[in-house]
């Protein structure tokens, strides 16, 4: 037996304001969609912008259902969406924001497990690593350079 270790790195701004131009136009169109999200139930918000290799924007807000397994995180709904509408372009960053209707969200929030499978898959298929930037609804922002930061031991095709 032995044992593996696993670190993962992240950049941490301290705010939006440090972000490139480019990056936190992505992240101020996250967190105006996650203004529109459905979430009657959790009252939890989350917003995504995904940026294209093609320059285009893509963005998902979470949608709720009351039969709970049915709804769709915000970053499942943009990154399906993307695939939908511009299935041979890459994907180069992701910017998602997330907050709640009741409290105070100042911590970085990432995606579900969920949401880390699907940006996986696309990681995988485009050979490429997506940038993930996520923040709560304000205060810090943390930077992934890749997937298979939050997600090292992913599982992809090469399993089945």
């Not at 037996?1 to 992505?26: P, Q």
């Not at 399906?80 to 009741?102: H, R």
């Not at 990681?123 to 304000?138: G, N, T």
């Amino acid at each position: 037996m032995k044992n593996i270790s696993i670190t993962s790195t992240f950049l941490v701004y301290e705010s939006s304001d440090e972000l490139s131009a480019e990056v936190k136009s992505l992240m101020e169109q996250a967190i105006e969609i996650r203004k529109k999200a459905y979430a009657p139930y959790s009252k939890f918000r989350v917003g995504a912008a995904i940026l294209l290799d093609n320059g285009k924007v893509v963005l998902g807000s979470n949608q709720e259902n009351a039969a709970y397994p049915s709804g769709l995180c915000a970053e499942r709904v943009a990154i399906f969406q993307a695939g939908a509408i511009y299935p041979d372009a890459k994907i180069v960053k992701i910017a998602i924001s997330a907050t709640a209707d009741d409290k105070e969200m100042t911590e970085p929030i990432p995606p579900c497990g969920a949401c880390r499978q699907s940006i996986a898959e696309y990681e995988f298929r485009q050979d490429l690593p997506i940038e993930i930037y996520f923040m709560a609804a304000v205060g810090k922002v943390y930077k992934s350079d890749s997937l298979k930061n939050l997600l090292p031991l992913m599982f992809d095709k090469n399993f089945l």
